[in-house]
């Protein structure tokens, strides 16, 4: 069935240093990896997405990849800040699939 | 003014009983979720709903019973609750498009006891 496997489970980097967050999908029918921010006891919100057809998209300090030959995606953030502590999701779907599969999710760790 | 709203937020009750967690979106959106986020944050689907269809159901026990009255609300009743129920479970949607990004309800902690 779909998968989509993420990797690391846990990142720990220092205030101003950058994180990467990898992805790989196993359903080429996918078209859509949306990235999700869930912060402790809250709800996950979408922080970055990027369609197929779009090889790179950035939003101030955070940027996604897709490689769609290889089925990677990758989530950077730059100059990090304890704020962005959280756990960061990615997902993939396919434009009228309803289903959305998950990864399990990394918990990103910044240290003042 | 919330988005997506789900009650209650918090849920203790014993094995065995049944309970429903109600959801409600004010987006205008035509698909709704259930999502289960167990203890180890692992995020999975359950059901998904198209303008008040069933589309999708994961493998999800039949103590489990999803119920859409209308576009804006997709219900969960569950039955003889057990203890690996325990979870977060959240309500979502989505817009129709390319896209589906979702948009997610505040969740419901579960316990079983």
């Known amino acids: 069935g779909e998968n989509v496997e993420q990797h690391p489970s846990t990142l720990s980097v220092q205030e101003g240093d950058s994180a990467v967050i990898k992805c790989t999908y196993s359903?080429?029918?996918?078209?859509?990896f949306p990235w999700y921010k869930q912060e402790l006891g809250k709800r996950p919100q979408l922080i970055i997405d990027?369609?197929?057809?779009?090889g790179e998209k950035k939003d101030q300090r955070i940027a996604v990849t897709l490689n769609k030959t290889a089925k990677h995606f990758s989530l950077h953030i730059t100059e990090t800040q304890p704020e962005d502590s959280a756990v960061y999701f990615c997902?993939?779907?396919?434009?009228?699939?309803?289903?959305?599969?998950f990864g399990a999710g990394t918990r990103l760790f910044v240290k003042a | 003014d919330t988005a997506v709203s789900q009650t209650p937020k918090y849920l203790v009750t014993q094995m065995g009983n049944d309970k429903s967690i109600k959801c409600e979106q004010n987006?205008?959106?035509?698909?709704m979720y259930w999502y289960k986020q167990d203890s180890k944050k692992f995020l999975k689907i359950m059901f998904s709903?198209?303008?008040?269809?069933?589309?999708i159901n994961e493998t999800v026990p039949n103590r489990f019973s999803p119920k859409s009255p209308d576009k804006a609300h997709l219900n969960l009743h569950i039955n003889s609750l057990e203890l690996g129920d325990s979870a977060v479970y959240f309500c979502?949607?989505?817009?129709?498009?390319?896209?589906?990004?979702?948009?997610f309800g505040p969740g419901t902690r579960l316990l079983v006891l």
């Open positions: 979502a949607s989505s817009p129709p498009g390319i896209g589906e990004t979702q948009y």
């Open positions: 359903d080429s029918a996918s078209n859509y």
């Open positions: 990027i369609r197929s057809n779009v």
């Open positions: 997902a993939a779907s396919t434009t009228g699939g309803f289903k959305t599969i």
């Open positions: 987006l205008g959106h035509d698909t």
């Open positions: 709903y198209n303008n008040k269809e069933l589309i």
